[in-house]
């Protein structure tokens, strides 16, 4: 992540982005951590992670991070010498994790990591940021249904099976069990 440039005392502004946004917004949005892979626990986290998660520092140590993750999509891994003359290595990882909050609703969750390894290709410690992406992955999600809906509309499927298949579709967003379709007969003015 390039570093913020502080423009003055209540803004920054990302050099990779030309829309300013005010440093409350900035550190409500995105939790920083660093956790030590060899006492396995955080030393840092930043209080946006209780607005994430609902858990407290405290609690992540206790549960352990991994614990709150339901599903999780790596995006890219990728290691590097720590410096050139150094057997150390640095890993950078960037992922989505379904997570479960502590009030139970779910997450999406993006982490962008570096993980020092040693000379056995241990971690020693990680730092990253988490940011909540599930607005952006729902509004994908409700793309890619429309585009299926579509798509099946545009098929050689009789009615009935349009039907099924739009129901189908739509209990992949939501629960569906009482969600009908049905076919509005203007000359008889009857739904079918």
């Known amino acids: 992540m ?24 900035f550190i409500t949005a995105y939790a920083f951590y660093n956790y ?7 030393t840092f986290v930043s209080p946006a992670i209780e607005k994430l998660t609902g858990y407290t520092i405290d609690e992540l140590n206790k549960i352990g991070f991994n614990t ?15 410096n050139p003359k150094s057997v150390e290595k ?3 990882c960037f992922a989505t994790y379904l997570i479960e909050t502590k ?7 993006e982490n962008n990591s570096f993980a020092y390894l040693d000379s056995s290709g241990q971690p020693t410690s990680i730092t990253g940021i ?32 349009l039907f099924r298949f739009i129901h189908s579709s739509i209990s ?3 629960k569906a069990d009482n969600f009908y379709i049905a076919y509005y007969k203007e ?6």
């Open 2 to 25: 390039t570093n913020p440039v502080q423009s003055d005392k209540y803004k920054v502004v990302f050099p990779f982005d030309e829309e300013v946004k005010s440093a409350d917004t």
């Open 36 to 42: 030590d892979n060899i006492k396995k626990r955080y």
């Open 68 to 82: 709150i993750i339901k599903d999780t999509i790596v995006e890219s891994i990728n290691s590097y010498p720590s």
């Open 90 to 92: 640095i890993k950078e």
């Open 103 to 109: 009030s139970g609703k779910l997450k999406w969750i």
């Open 130 to 161: 988490l940011q909540d992406v599930s607005a952006s992955m729902k509004d994908e999600k409700v793309k890619q249904i429309v585009l299926e809906i579509l798509e099946g509309a545009n098929s050689e499927k009789n009615i009935n099976e």
């Open 172 to 174: 992949k967003l939501m």
């Open 187 to 192: 000359d008889s003015d009857l739904l079918t």
